[in-house]
């Protein structure tokens, strides 16, 4: 579990394809340092776990499920990515709960700015604009974010300058990917209230409620 609140950008060092994954070396000076085996990293919001650290690298594998489900699959050698720990229990919760499991990618249609802010706003998956909901919270690249307008299929976000200058949020560009996690909470709240095929509420056959 994460926060969406982004500890260091880190750049991606070597990218070494395998049978069907690939592993991933990443360069993060002030994270790897405290990082071990087997701790769980956040990847432009894709939880991954560590493989190897080495100095101011680490590594860690992503499987060919999360790179078809995320941007991972198309990442180069000298990109730079945002990084999170694990929250640990007791941590304070300055974003909102972050799983690391991205729902689908997104596409950016604008940057602009907004007095000191920039809002971006970005095309995502129609299936996902249930789960969002103005002043709700997503995560974009692993980064909490706070909705402040939807259209159809699109979603504009508020970003502060210290988050756009600290985050890759930056570099992004009309046409850019990004990672989209929506809320926690909001997927509960669709499953309890979605219907099965025989128009049945999914959440009262899971308790034996008849309509």
């Not at 600290?166 to 997927?187: H, I, Q, Y």
Request: with cysteine.
């Amino acid at each position: 579990m994460f926060t969406g609140l982004v500890e260091e950008i880190g750049t991606v060092r070597r990218i070494l394809p395998g049978r069907d994954s690939v592993r991933i070396r990443i360069q993060a000076p002030r994270l790897a340092p405290e990082l071990r085996t087997g701790d769980s990293v956040a990847v432009d919001g894709v939880c991954l776990t560590l493989t190897e650290t080495q100095g101011d690298d680490f590594e860690a594998t992503a499987v060919s499920q999360t790179l078809k489900q995320s941007t991972l699959g198309r990442l180069r050698t000298g990109e730079r990515v945002n990084l999170e720990r694990a929250l640990a229990l007791g941590d304070r919760l300055g974003g909102h709960l972050v799983q690391g499991h991205v729902d689908g990618v997104g596409s950016v249609v604008s940057v602009r700015p907004k007095g000191d802010s920039r809002m971006i706003t970005v095309r995502i998956p129609a299936g996902l604009m249930r789960q969002v909901a103005e002043r709700g919270s997503v995560a974009l690249n692993g980064v909490s974010l706070t909705v402040a307008l939807l259209e159809r299929e699109r979603i504009t976000v508020s970003v502060i300058p210290h988050t756009f200058e600290n985050t890759t949020l930056k570099e992004l560009a009309p046409g850019s990917r990004v990672n989209v996690e929506t809320d926690l909470f909001a997927k509960y709240a669709e499953r309890l209230l979605s219907r099965d095929q025989t128009g049945t509420k999914i959440g009262e056959v899971e308790m034996g409620v008849e309509e």
